[in-house]
T-cell receptor
Framework: DTAVSQTPKYLVTQMGNDKSIKCEQN?????MYWYKQDSKKFLKIMFS???????INETVPNRFSPKSPDKAHLNLHINSLELGDSAVYFC?????????????FGSGTRLTVV | KQEVTQIPAALSVPEGENLVLNCSFT??????LQWFRQDPGKGLTSLLL?????REQTSGRLNASLDKSSGRSTLYIAASQPGDSATYLC????????????FGKGMKLTVNP
């Protein structure tokens, strides 16, 4: 009965490969996000989608492309992976304006590029 | 640009102490403030959410306060336990334009038995 679920949990891949991370939420939230947690544990927003529409695109390389087929799903595709892409990627969701419940996060995908 | 600061970056205390974790933010135009807990190798667990119109929220041994005008929040943990050991993250939900959650760098808490 997970609220925000991400797959896979772990991903180890070689430089230059293309990989995808999937996220689904069953909370009925309108907005979904991708956050990156770097090696120093700092969490920073990458993208947000509201009802399948891209709202936020922070300074992220073009190799990262989010896709939202419907408001319950937000996937992240990464092309030509680099060593510096190694991080933990978190998906999150919220009702607009953070509502009274705030943000709910998935358990993260630990990406290791070798 | 909103910046969130948590000081100190780490804290080690003996079991039973009452703790105050500090968070400050530069732009008072926020919707809400949310405190999270992150255990090593795990995701984020929401602890408390304070709406901008509220002054505090309580859940069990946790109490969070918000002073929006001064850009400060504190998380109070009563009678700390070893199980409270984790990284505590403060985040604000920004107003204006595209809403997003902006995080501090977290405070790693170790409660020693």
């Amino acid at each position: 009965d997970t609220a925000v679920s991400q797959t896979p949990k772990y991903l180890v891949t070689q430089m230059g490969n293309d990989k995808s991370i999937k996220c689904e939420q069953n909370l009925g939230h309108d907005t979904m996000y991708w956050y990156k947690q770097d090696s120093k544990k700092f969490l920073k927003i990458m993208f947000s989608y509201n009802n399948k529409e891209l709202i936020i695109n922070e300074t992220v390389p073009n190799r990262f492309s989010p896709k939202s087929p419907d408001k319950a799903h937000l996937n992240l595709h990464i092309n030509s992976l680099e060593l510096g892409d190694s991080a933990v990627y978190f998906c999150a969701s919220s009702q607009n304006r953070g509502s009274t419940r705030g943000y709910t996060f998935g358990s993260g995908t630990r990406l290791t590029v070798v | 640009k909103q910046e969130v600061t948590q000081i100190p970056a780490a804290l080690s205390v003996p079991e039973g102490e009452n703790l105050v974790l500090n968070c400050s933010f530069t732009d008072s135009a926020i919707y809400n403030l949310q405190w999270f807990r992150q255990d090593p190798g795990k995701g984020l667990t929401s602890l408390l959410l304070i709406q901008s119109s509220q002054r505090e929220q309580t859940s069990g041994r946790l109490n969070a306060s918000l002073d929006k005008s001064s850009g400060r929040s504190t998380l109070y943990i009563a009678a700390s336990q070893p199980g409270d050991s984790a990284t505590y993250l403060c985040a604000v939900i920004t107003q204006g334009g595209s809403e997003k959650l902006v995080f501090g760098k977290g405070m790693k808490l170790t409660v020693n038995p």
